[in-house]
């Protein structure tokens, strides 16, 4: 059976992120202008931090030029945390979104929005919010089955809503030998004697 460049990446990350205590949350490869990107989300319980998300950028980095996975052409790494308003498609996703403002797609149409109270592997107890502040919240089960999408909502009057997503992207290049090479031509040939800077996204393009 035939896998895609998606299915290679996530074999080849999965192992590394559990070594390094994470979950491999999503995987994506888009066109970026003339060089392509590869986007890599992890989460852990209690969140991801700037170092951790730096040294897993770097051993991530490490095993890609080790691999053919992607190939010879240009591409740039970047390393993030799911963000704010992530998507709930797993039960350890409803344990991180404990405490939560949620808005959930039904299977059977309807939407609610509501606060995670208890999350365990078949579902959650949470506590619907009133219809446009009308009447009280009112607690129900809420079975994962039940549940076509959810996302965490941003509630910019908690205290905390600003540490949910205050590890930024980790932006890695990865250049193939031939761009390395003409990016050192461009560093030399420098009319007004002026050292180039390879480093900067604006050089390597």
């Known amino acids: 059976m035939s896998t895609t460049q998606i299915d290679r990446l996530r074999a080849l990350l999965e192992p590394l992120a559990a070594d390094a205590g994470l979950d491999l949350e999503e995987v994506k490869v888009t066109q970026a202008g003339s060089r392509r990107q590869v986007q890599v989300d992890v989460d ?3 969140g991801v931090d700037l170092d951790a998300i730096a040294e ?15 190939g010879s052409g240009a591409y740039v790494l970047e390393v993030g945390s799911p963000g704010a308003e992530r998507t709930l498609t797993e039960p350890r996703h409803w344990r991180r979104a404990e405490g939560r403002l949620v808005k959930a797609q039904l299977a059977d149409g309807t939407e609610i929005v509501a606060r995670v109270l208890s999350p365990d592997e078949d579902g959650a107890l949470v506590e619907v ?10 607690e129900r089960r809420l079975e994962y089955s039940e549940v ?13 809503e600003k540490l949910l997503d205050e590890a930024p992207d980790f932006e890695d290049p990865h250049l193939d030998d031939a761009a390395d090479d003409d990016i ?8 007004d004697g002026t050292e180039g800077s390879g480093d900067s996204d604006e050089d390597r393009a």
């Open 56 to 70: 897993f950028s770097r051993v991530v980095g490490e095993a890609l030029d080790e691999s053919d996975v992607m």
């Open 184 to 191: 050192a031509d461009d560093d030399i040939a420098d009319d």
């Open 129 to 138: 919010q009133p219809v446009k502040g009308r009447g009280r919240a009112k």
């Open 44 to 46: 852990a319980d209690g």
């Open 148 to 160: 076509a999408k959810a996302r965490v909502q941003v509630e910019f009057n908690r205290k905390d």
